[in-house]
């Protein structure tokens, strides 16, 4: 999908019907515009943008703490696996290397795998599943033995822990990456868009370019801000999607504690 030239269409094309439209209407009206048009109309004008503006700030609002909420949960998922790496620290060498060997390979999978997935699909990686399942097998298949567990209670106790916190936030990113906003939302907040610059056009001006300049303006903001809902509703994909910097930062960490810091 094109973003730059949706950006423009849903920008300027509201922008251009409400010039014509304000064009139009004058030549309808006119001559048949008798004294008190503008003070019935003008209230119901400011009613209905009342009701419209509330709707579409809370599409706004609930659009942004969903791209919000995504956001913190990736960078929450990135965070979890640091405490996971530095607690393989204390296992026994050949345990230790295995399973930082294994969280390495998870944050590889999520960089360059998974994200690009997620963006296209909406979907998590196989790669990304497997490797994470590695590490709750580490716990079956005599990665981390039962003497292991039992010299380590405390450890491997933490270990399974934080594999379990972040196999939830990667589950919560999942299913973030395919919410959007309702499609009845946004029939109702396109046909209130429509109606908002359509009953503009009623309103008489004696001159009409500032007619035309101050319902142009307001039919590029409604665009602008319908425009913003669409690009932030899908958090992975788009001109402003978030980014794997966070899993990024991680391997610098884990770099650190291989360093011993």
Not at 60 to 82: C, F, G, I, N, P
Not at 132 to 155: H, V
Request: some cysteine; overall charge neutral.
């Amino acid at each position: 999908m094109n973003y730059a030239l949706l950006g423009v269409l849903m920008i300027a094309g509201p922008a251009a019907y409400a010039v014509a439209g304000v064009l139009i209407s004058r030549r309808i009206l006119h001559g048949k515009v008798q004294e008190g048009h503008n003070d019935v109309l003008v209230p119901i004008f400011l009613n209905a943008g009342v009701l419209f503006a509330v709707l579409l700030g809370f599409m706004v609002v609930a659009v942004w703490e969903s791209y919000d909420a995504a956001k913190s949960t990736a960078a929450t998922e990135a965070a979890t696996l640091v405490p996971l790496y530095r607690a393989t620290v204390a296992l026994p060498k050949e345990a230790g290397d295995r399973m930082r060997e294994i969280s390495r390979e998870y944050v590889h999978q999520v960089i360059e795998d998974e994200w690009a997935t997620q963006a296209s699909t909406g979907k998590g990686s196989s790669k990304a599943r497997r490797a994470i399942g590695n590490m709750f097998r580490a716990f079956g298949d005599g990665t981390i033995s039962g003497q292991i567990k039992k010299d380590y209670p405390f450890i491997c106790t933490m270990l399974m822990q934080s594999i379990g916190a972040v196999t939830n936030e990667r589950n919560k990113r999942n299913i973030q990456a395919n919410e959007s906003v309702p499609t009845v939302m946004w029939f109702a907040i396109l046909g209130g868009a429509f109606a908002i610059i359509s009953m503009s056009f009623m309103i008489y001006m004696e001159r009409p370019v500032p007619h035309m300049i101050v319902a142009g303006l307001m039919a590029a903001l409604i665009g602008l801000l319908l425009y913003s809902c669409l690009i932030l509703s899908h958090p992975f994909r788009g001109p402003v999607a978030i980014s794997a910097e966070a899993f990024e930062k991680t391997l610098v960490v884990f770099d650190d504690v291989d360093k011993g810091n």
